[in-house]
């Protein structure tokens, strides 16, 4: 009698992965929701790594939720009007620090396969909210949220007390998308 048991850890690792989206989205809650990670590296003002695996990578990259910052490293579009400021700020709150990740249950990931997710900080606060009120992102109005019309608020507030990019910002100076959806938005 032959008995031939598998222990290869690829095959392991592919039966562990979801199938369907929705597989997808109860994996990813189970594995990040309300759990606490370490930031290891800090892309942009809006992206962030931390260090659990994520399918082939040894890092998990978290998109956050509901907020666009300037763009640091975007081919076609360059270093963009306060995009240094804005990653260094996320650098500083969170670069080798523990942050802990909140997810949406009907999306948790985005268009490039990120996690999305509201991260907190050590000190209770959520990044997310903090690069907006502090002036350091847009309230990303593309995709709905349960924080939508809060962030909007915050965005407005940014504005209006001219914090961070609203200081020196220009019509063309904004991103795109915020361009078309607000055709008469004016650094006021």
Do not use: C
């Amino acid at each position: 009698m032959f008995i031939w048991l598998d222990h290869s850890p690829i095959r392991r690792k592919w039966q562990r992965q979801p199938k369907s989206e929705e597989q997808r989205k109860a994996y990813d809650f189970e594995k990040y929701h309300a759990k606490t990670f370490t930031v290891v590296k800090v892309v942009d003002g809006d992206t962030i790594d931390i260090d659990i695996p994520d399918g082939n990578n040894n890092h998990t990259r978290i998109r956050l939720w509901g907020i666009d910052t300037p763009e640091t490293k975007n081919p076609k579009l360059g270093v963009m009007y306060f995009g240094p400021q804005a990653a260094d700020f996320a650098t500083e709150l969170t670069l080798r620090k523990n942050v802990t990740v909140y997810l949406e249950k009907h999306r948790t990931r985005g268009y490039y396969g990120r996690l999305l997710a509201y991260v907190q900080l050590p000190d209770k606060r959520f990044l997310n909210k903090v690069l907006l009120s502090e002036g350091f992102a847009y309230a990303d109005l593309r995709f709905r949220h349960n924080s939508y019309n809060k962030y909007k608020q915050l965005e407005a507030s940014a504005r209006s007390r001219k914090k961070g990019l609203w200081e020196k910002v220009t019509r063309d100076q904004l991103p795109e998308w915020l361009q078309r959806m607000k055709p008469n938005l004016r650094n006021k």
